[in-house]
Each structure stands twice: as structure tokens, then as C-alpha cells.
């Protein structure tokens, strides 16, 4: 049968003259859709917020998430309470605690989904950038003022006179070159921890270095000024100390900020690199102190001035607070903190 008397036959077959139904394709296997996976229900917390002094409540979040961190409860706080902005704000889970880090999480404190946390307002607060640009400037103008002899600070016949003596000239341009490079390094070397510090502590800070920077101008720039005891020797001797430790404290601070990424909190140990100036992290934990202490021991002997000795003293009590601090924050944050180190002196301290 040819191709037209099948068509009519209806697509059959025909065997021996009678047509047969043609066999039908197998039904196409139905495809069946993925089991959706249960969704994990999510525990959210209710976050209440006291008062540190007073325990009133100030503050009742709902629905907080179980990732949130103590930074975006500052944020969600700051909405019902605007004059209290997160860097102002002391989030503690006892009121005689130590503050919580703006990036630790909620579900991984010790609280239940009821959490309850303490706020203490840490007053105005002001960037550690505006507190170094201002408190360095100071000292810079102060002692130029001396330097150069401004009215009113020596008597009137030496009003913009200069010195007789070289090693006068030589520790303006010492003094200069350390503010001068204390600047730059806060424009584009620091990276900073912490955003803000309180604002009554730029009074303070200030006071410190702009009072010293006077004290110690006015006698070095004084028109009775005597140079060291020992002449040239002393000086060229205490220059090479001022400007070894001044690398010294500038590749320092290299190195700590090729520790923390640009943005970042992280926090690693300091290492020597192939920087011989870094080596001296191998016995101290805070070798830009030690570099300091080092600058303002040369600049004494360079001026052998009294004034300067007590500002190198006072500085290197404060910094040896500053460093027994820090060295004890490495011994217990890591584990295999090298124990050969001492916070700022060598074997000693």
C-alpha cells in the first residue's frame, strides 16, 4: 500500500488486507520536582538596653537577628536615641564591665535570646586624626615662635635675632623634622583601631606637648643659651642617636601598618622583616617606643638642657605604661607570642 492508503487508513498498518493499529510511543516520563529543603527557622533575640548608673531601661530592640553585631545594635539604638551616635556609645554586658567590640556577635555572647546590655555615654568624641594633626602642630609653631624670636618672649633687643650658637639652629631643625614627619606619618601612615577618642582628651594631649615644646624652646633659643659641655663631639654624637632612632621609629610604623589591611581590626604579631631597623622585634614588643625614648635621649645630650631631660622622663614613663599595656593585650591574645620579649626595653623592662 503506498503512502496515500496509509494516511487514509489513519496512520494504521495493514497486514493481510485488514488494518492494524499502529503501536503507540511510550508516555514521556514525568519529571517531578525537587523536594524543597525545610528552611531552618531563625531565633531572633530581644535586645534591652540599660541604663550603666541608673538601670532605667532605654531602649527595647525586637527581631534582632542572631548575626548582628554590637556595631549595628549601636546603629539601632542611635535611631530611637540620636544624640548618643555609636562612637559615643559604651555597650557592656555588666555595668562595671569592659565595652564589647563593635564586631562581636550577638549569638556568640553569653546571653539567651532576652539579652540585656549596659550603656555608659562616652562624652563627645573627636577623631584620633584631628587629636595627632592638632596636638603635633603645636609643639611646631611654639618652638618656631621661639626660634625665631617673636616680641615678647625675650627681652626687646632680641626681637627676631638668631643665635651665635649652631647647635641652637641644629635642634630647630632636629625639633622640626620629628613634628614635621609625626604629621605626615598621621596623614598617610597610621591606621587607627579606633575612629574617635573622648574630646576633653585634646585638652589634655595638647597641654602636654604644646607646654613642653614652650619649655623646652625658651631655654634652648634663650639669647643666654650655653652650647654643650663637650663641643662638637657631644652634638655630632647625639645627632647620628636622634636621626638612627628616627628611621628607626618611622620603619616601625611601616611595618605595623602593613600588618592591618586598609578598613581593618585585625589584629597580628608584629614580626622582624627584612628591614634591619625591624629586627629589634625579636626582644621588644613595642620598638617605636623604644625608637622614641632613643630620638629624645639624643636630642638631650645634643642640647643638654634640663628642660628636655624631663620631658624625655615623663615621655618615657607614659610610654612604658603604653607598652606594658600592649604586651600584656599580645600574651593574651595569642597563644605562641614570642616570651623572649619585653614591652619596651630590652631584657630589662
Given at each position: 500500500?503506498?503512502?496515500?492508503?496509509?494516511?487514509?487508513?489513519?496512520?494504521?498498518?495493514?497486514?493481510?488486507?485488514?488494518?492494524?493499529?499502529?503501536?503507540?510511543?511510550?508516555?514521556?516520563?514525568?519529571?517531578?520536582?525537587?523536594?524543597?529543603?525545610?528552611?531552618?527557622?531563625?531565633?531572633?533575640?530581644?535586645?534591652?538596653?540599660?541604663?550603666?548608673?541608673?538601670k532605667d531601661k532605654?531602649?527595647?530592640?525586637?527581631?534582632?537577628?542572631?548575626?548582628?553585631?554590637?556595631?549595628?545594635?549601636?546603629?539601632?539604638?542611635?535611631?530611637?536615641?540620636?544624640?548618643?551616635?555609636?562612637?559615643?556609645?559604651?555597650?557592656?554586658?555588666?555595668?562595671?564591665?569592659?565595652?564589647?567590640?563593635?564586631?562581636?556577635?550577638?549569638?556568640?555572647?553569653?546571653?539567651?535570646?532576652?539579652?540585656?546590655?549596659?550603656?555608659?555615654?562616652?562624652?563627645?568624641?573627636?577623631?584620633?586624626?584631628?587629636?595627632?594633626?592638632?596636638?603635633?602642630?603645636?609643639?611646631?609653631?611654639?618652638?618656631?615662635?621661639?626660634?625665631?624670636?617673636?616680641?615678647?618672649?625675650?627681652?626687646?633687643?632680641?626681637?627676631?635675632?638668631?643665635?651665635?650658637?649652631?647647635?641652637?639652629?641644629l635642634a630647630c631643625?632636629?625639633?622640626?623634622?620629628?613634628?614635621?614627619?609625626?604629621?605626615?606619618?598621621?596623614?598617610?601612615?597610621?591606621?587607627?583601631?579606633?575612629?574617635?577618642?573622648?574630646?576633653?582628651?585634646?585638652?589634655?594631649?595638647?597641654?602636654?606637648?604644646?607646654?613642653?615644646?614652650?619649655?623646652?624652646?625658651?631655654?634652648?633659643?634663650?639669647?643666654?643659651?650655653?652650647?654643650?659641655?663637650?663641643?662638637?663631639?657631644?652634638?655630632?654624637?647625639?645627632?647620628?642617636?636622634?636621626?638612627?632612632?628616627?628611621?628607626?621609629?618611622?620603619?616601625?610604623?611601616?611595618?605595623?601598618?602593613?600588618?592591618?589591611?586598609?578598613?581593618?581590626?585585625?589584629?597580628?604579631?608584629?614580626?622582624?622583616?627584612?628591614?634591619?631597623?625591624?629586627?629589634?622585634?625579636?626582644?621588644?614588643?613595642?620598638?617605636?617606643?623604644?625608637?622614641?625614648?632613643?630620638?629624645?635621649?639624643?636630642?638631650?645630650?645634643?642640647?643638654?638642657?634640663?628642660?628636655?631631660?624631663?620631658?624625655?622622663?615623663?615621655?618615657?614613663?607614659?610610654?612604658?605604661?603604653?607598652?606594658?599595656?600592649?604586651?600584656?593585650?599580645?600574651?593574651k591574645e595569642f597563644?605562641?607570642?614570642?616570651?623572649?620579649?619585653?614591652?619596651?626595653?630590652?631584657?630589662?623592662?
Amino acid at each position: 500500500m503506498d503512502a496515500l492508503a496509509l494516511e487514509a487508513a489513519g496512520g494504521k498498518k495493514v497486514a493481510n488486507g485488514a488494518a492494524v493499529a499502529a503501536p503507540l510511543p511510550p508516555p514521556a516520563p514525568v519529571k517531578r520536582k525537587p523536594a524543597k529543603k525545610a528552611k531552618k527557622a531563625v531565633v531572633f533575640f530581644e535586645v534591652e538596653i540599660l541604663d550603666a548608673k541608673t538601670k532605667d531601661k532605654l531602649c527595647f530592640l525586637d527581631k534582632v537577628e542572631p548575626n548582628a553585631t554590637i556595631g549595628e545594635i549601636k546603629s539601632m539604638f542611635h535611631k530611637s536615641h540620636p544624640q548618643w551616635y555609636p562612637a559615643r556609645q559604651s555597650i557592656r554586658l555588666d555595668p562595671k564591665g569592659k565595652s564589647l567590640k563593635d564586631e562581636d556577635v550577638l549569638q556568640h555572647l553569653p546571653v539567651g535570646t532576652t539579652a540585656t546590655f549596659y550603656f555608659r555615654d562616652l562624652g563627645a568624641q573627636i577623631s584620633w586624626v584631628t587629636v595627632f594633626l592638632t596636638e603635633y602642630t603645636g609643639p611646631l609653631v611654639i618652638y618656631l615662635m621661639f626660634y625665631f624670636r617673636v616680641p615678647f618672649i625675650y627681652a626687646p633687643k632680641y626681637d627676631f635675632t638668631t643665635s651665635k650658637h649652631w647647635v641652637v639652629h641644629l635642634a630647630c631643625m632636629c625639633h622640626s623634622f620629628h613634628y614635621v614627619k609625626r604629621l605626615l606619618e598621621t596623614l598617610f601612615v597610621h591606621r587607627f583601631s579606633h575612629g574617635t577618642m573622648p574630646l576633653r582628651n585634646i585638652f589634655k594631649n595638647c597641654t602636654y606637648y604644646w607646654g613642653f615644646a614652650a619649655w623646652m624652646a625658651y631655654y634652648i633659643n634663650h639669647p643666654l643659651y650655653t652650647p654643650p659641655i663637650y663641643g662638637e663631639q657631644q652634638i655630632r654624637l647625639a645627632l647620628i642617636i636622634f636621626l638612627f632612632c628616627q628611621i628607626g621609629n618611622f620603619s616601625i610604623h611601616i611595618a605595623l601598618r602593613n600588618l592591618r589591611p586598609p578598613g581593618s581590626k585585625t589584629r597580628k604579631i608584629p614580626y622582624p622583616t627584612k628591614n634591619p631597623f625591624t629586627w629589634i622585634f625579636l626582644l621588644v614588643s613595642c620598638p617605636n617606643y623604644t625608637y622614641e625614648l632613643g630620638s629624645w635621649l639624643g636630642f638631650t645630650v645634643m642640647t643638654q638642657c634640663l628642660p628636655v631631660a624631663f620631658f624625655t622622663l615623663v615621655g618615657f614613663i607614659q610610654m612604658t605604661v603604653w607598652a606594658k599595656g600592649k604586651h600584656r593585650s599580645y600574651l593574651k591574645e595569642f597563644r605562641d607570642y614570642p616570651p623572649l620579649r619585653s614591652p619596651i626595653l630590652p631584657f630589662i623592662l
